[in-house]
């Protein structure tokens, strides 16, 4: 199977900040890769796609950049509702696995 | 609007069955292939099966191989999951998503859960 290591696990940070999340794949995942945010109680919801491609209604902050085996997550300034959990999964091989997820939370 | 509205879950004694239904609306069904996903209590995703778009092709987690049976109905469009031989490992909410499709990538649509306790 190929492994998702994401980091952080966890992140403080301040409204207005911008904040990273990176996920590395074992393997060569091309652009197949997908990030959601969940919020507690709540099904994942998807924002980026084919590692940068922003899924329609996601605010512009949110970003994803990437190919290959190394991957990055970008919100440009941080918001009070982006408080939640994200993950990141790759869709290039089955099982389709995640990463560990990175719970962000408001310093 | 596209929609996957589950049912079924609940609480289970160890080594007992149960059986989840996902109902699926606004797109057409048999076009996409489905999964399920969990997510134990505090903890992440973890992909549990798959199936293709005509159910001919079925893919399971190594941990729920042989106890878990995936399943779907496209005249009714509803994707299943019969889950015997339960452990408390097993204890998560349980999710369906639509899965790949066209050019459409996995999970831009998922269910509302469903919780499935494994407890004496």
């Known amino acids: 199977d190929i492994q998702m290591t994401q980091s952080p696990s966890s992140l403080s940070a301040s409204v207005g900040d911008r904040v990273t999340i990176t996920c590395q794949a074992s393997?060569?995942?091309?652009?197949?890769l997908n990030w959601y945010q969940q919020k507690p109680g709540k099904a994942p919801h998807l924002l980026i796609c084919d590692a940068s491609n922003l899924k329609t209604g996601v605010p512009s902050r949110f970003s994803g950049s990437g190919s290959g085996t190394d991957f990055t997550f970008t919100i440009s300034s941080l918001q009070p509702e982006d408080i939640a959990t994200y993950f990141c999964?790759?869709?290039?091989?089955?099982?389709?696995?995640f990463g560990q997820g990175t719970q962000l939370e408001i310093k | 609007e596209m929609q996957l509205v589950e049912s079924g879950g609940g609480l289970v004694q160890p080594g007992g069955s149960l059986s989840l239904s996902c109902a699926g609306s606004g797109f057409t069904f048999s076009n996409y292939a489905m999964t399920w996903v969990r997510q134990a209590p505090g903890r992440g995703l973890e992909w549990v099966s798959s199936v293709s778009g005509n159910g001919g092709s079925k893919y399971y987690a190594d941990s729920v191989k042989g106890r878990f049976t995936i399943s779907r109905d496209n005249s009714n469009n509803t994707l299943f999951l019969q889950m015997h031989g339960l452990r408390a490992e097993d204890t998560a909410v349980y999710y369906c998503a639509k899965d790949r499709g066209g050019d459409d990538p996995p999970g831009d649509c998922w269910g509302q859960g469903s919780l499935v306790t494994v407890s004496s």
């Open positions: 393997q060569d995942i091309r652009n197949f």
């Open positions: 999964q790759q869709y290039d091989t089955l099982p389709y696995t």
